[in-house]
């Protein structure tokens, strides 16, 4: 599985963000996209995730009520809508999959930048 992940860029506080994450999957069907993100000197953390079948969606306690998570099965692309940016979300945000019955996010997108000036 390959993952293109795109859409990071510079951003105002208070601004928006839409990430996306294109996979080479036949069906997003038994799959789970995740987003995470690694900040400057910070371990890569948890962001959100949605199940490919169901649409169903977790998130980060930082993000929830700001961040969406969604996708498009026809496309097999996964997006990460990012409103009411804080400069504290600024990092490299990556895009990964598993499948339904794994834990193992075991397929990986290049980063892409996210910087929020205050």
């Known amino acids: 599985v390959q993952l293109q992940a795109s859409g990071g860029g510079l951003v105002q506080a208070g601004g928006s963000l839409r990430l996306s994450c294109a996979a080479s999957?036949?069906?997003?069907?038994?799959?789970?996209m995740g987003w995470f993100r690694q900040a400057p000197g910070k371990e890569r953390e948890f962001v959100a995730e949605i199940f490919g079948s169901s649409g169903y969606t977790n998130y980060a306690d930082s993000v929830l009520g700001r961040f969406t998570a969604s996708r498009d099965r026809a496309k097999n692309t996964g997006y990460l809508q990012m409103n009411s940016l804080k400069p504290e979300d600024t990092a490299v945000y990556y895009c990964?999959?598993?499948?339904?019955?794994?834990?193992?996010?075991?397929?990986w997108g290049q980063g892409t930048q996210v910087t929020v000036s205050s």
């Open positions: 990964a999959a598993r499948e339904t019955s794994s834990r193992d996010w075991g397929y």
């Open positions: 999957l036949r069906t997003f069907s038994g799959w789970v």
